[in-house]
């Protein structure tokens, strides 16, 4: 070993879920929306002025915190965007997370807040989920460093109550609880309503998954003024120019048209319920998700061997051989059509 | 304060060049190119398939790490791609900079290093450059836990020689040595010949400069597979995704025409080399730059009044309030044009 590399900061990597690059796929692996962005979306792509790539995108962001701002009701100051929710979450563990506490977060739970957490070499602990996948919050009203969940929780789906959130932050109000909504757009409840009163709450938001966005790299955060800024202090003192003119453009588009994103996302959790319907008549056990997703473990097929089967029909889905949750697999809802296919070859399987 | 504010990660954050959002202005103030990115990536911007956008991208950059790879003859394996070389840069401190020892960089430089080491906790220590900004390569051949300049220097535009930088590379063999080549396509001499015997050595490049797409965020790093392989392993663990669909599709594009590339270098220089020659006859001093800005002094007038006088005409250029520099101003060199009236105005200021 060269003397360099003792050095060298040794992290084990988040494994991203697979991106085959099969044309004739069904991919219900990565929680991707089946559906295109705004149709919007592609005339302001079209209609790109390609000049404007010569110069500095702007370091403030602010035709597109603008625009969140306006939809959320919020103040400009309020909001803080980055290269998608991995971007705006990793600056959120560098600001805040600087205690010598353990953060805490769930057991089972987004497979990049340990990451994040080992690279930043900051201390954790993981709290478990009960036996049906659901958070329970005493476990966070211990002395610590910091909170983080997602809610709806990934990879189950399971939704946590606001009443639930609001006395885990009454707890929790010397450190900073960060409610991760990157799925809450699917109908779960937002926590929004309680950064009236806490202002050591942040909420996260994607435009990978409602928005039908993941290819522009587009996430945010809403929180007090005062964390916004402390944010912003450390963006701007690790890459000032994060958003490129295009993904700026293009995500101020998306969060105009809200008459096709909601109507986007009715047609997601109407194939969702659907899809339960049918899985739950195949066998199949699930927690009710509130998510773009559904976490499902079945009677007698073992996860692993139906994950295996299906990806030789070139259908993804998700498997994490991980304590506990290794006979689950994390289906994505794509369209009505997709999930369909899935079923059927689900069936089939089973031979039912 | 509230008791979450003591952990708060504080920080200094760098200041970006002002970015006017006037449309009538000289921008000289930010080194960005005067010329458009390359013809096809208007094509490429059209034709771009926008239901894309709602899957991830290609987390390893393939497309855009294997054109590079190409255009510079390395492997794909010795190329990581970044949101900017701010991006690539920050990475590479945060991989590779973890020793009690100093890091060393000049005390007149691109200022981010001392804002990325203040964020990270990175011990450093600047060295002076000489008299006429020449670095001087004694001042790294000490004990030090890593060293980092860019060649050509910015602000200054003065180059060192690729013969000071092996001997420099070869003294520091037990530590990573960063060469920030973001001017160098601007006529100075490149690095990258030394990576075949210094598997120490790391060459940073952006497209913001030459390649006239600042406004994409594209940068990389070119080093030994290793090297690489530990940048990836960070980077994975911080942000899967960080480049966009769109910016890699108009990167790979850039990379592709080579003849517009070189067409636009050599516009750029010959404006350069016109433009150092009318200075020098209105009474200024400058090191010979390889760069595409030239940093220049005034025998009699004042750096600064010089720079708000040419304010108020809308013409921006950059002033670094700094001690040893704070009577110079950095111009970048903009089209013929801009530049006949950007010394028009200084010959009337002048009244010569």
Redo the contacts between chains.
């Keep these: 070993m ?4 003792s ?10 879920g697979e ?1 085959p ?1 099969k044309t004739k796929m069904i ?1 219900l692996n ?1 929680n ?6 705004a149709p919007g ?2 005339r302001v ?2 209609d ?1 002025d ?10 403030a962001v602010s035709a597109l915190v603008n625009e969140l701002a306006a939809y959320h009701g919020l103040k400009p100051e309020q909001v803080f965007v980055g ?2 929710s ?2 705006v979450l ?1 600056m959120c563990f ?6 010598e506490k353990p953060i805490l977060f769930p057991d089972i739970t987004y497979s990049f807040y340990d ?2 957490a ?2 930043l070499r900051i201390p954790y602990e993981t709290k478990p989920l009960d036996a049906d996948f659901n958070i329970s919050i005493e476990d966070y009203m211990t002395e610590n ?2 909170v983080i969940f997602p809610n709806p929780n990934a990879p189950t789906g399971v939704e946590l109550g606001q009443r639930e959130i609001e006395t885990l932050l009454k707890y929790n ?4 609880v960060i409610v991760d909504e990157a799925y809450v757009d699917f109908g779960a409840e937002t926590a929004l309503p309680l950064l009236e009163k806490y ?2 709450l942040i909420v996260v938001r994607t435009f ?1 998954k409602s928005r ?6 587009i996430g945010y955060a809403m929180a007090s003024e ?1 964390i916004i800024k ?1 944010l ?16 700026i453009a ?1 995500g101020v588009e998306s969060v105009k048209d809200n008459g096709y994103f909601e109507e986007t996302l009715h047609k997601i959790i109407a194939t969702r319920e659907r899809t339960k319907e049918a899985l739950a008549g195949l066998g199949f056990s699930f927690r009710d998700s509130k998510s773009n997703f559904i976490f499902a473990t079945h009677e007698s097929c073992p996860a692993k061997e139906l994950f295996e089967a299906l990806k030789k029909e070139d259908i993804y889905v998700r498997y994490f051989a991980k304590p506990r949750i290794d006979n689950y697999l994390r289906i994505t809802i794509g369209t009505d059509e997709e999930m369909d296919r899935f079923l059927e070859f689900v069936r089939r399987y089973l031979g039912r």
Tied chains: 1, 2.
Excluded: C, H
């Excluded at 390609?50 to 370091?59: A, E, F, G, Q």
């Design positions: 060269k003397s360099w590399e050095y060298v900061r040794k992290v084990v990597p988040y494994t991203p991106q690059k991919k990565t991707e929306n089946p559906y295109p962005p979306v592609e792509i079209k790109f390609v000049d404007r790539l010569r110069l500095y995108p702007d370091p290269v998608g991995d971007d990793a560098l600001t805040f997370f600087n205690s990451v994040w080992d690279m460093g910091g109000s010397n450190v900073i202002d050591n990978s039908s966005m993941a290819g522009s790299r005062k402390y912003n202090d450390v963006k701007y003192s690790f890459n000032s120019y994060t958003m490129d003119q295009l993904s293009v």
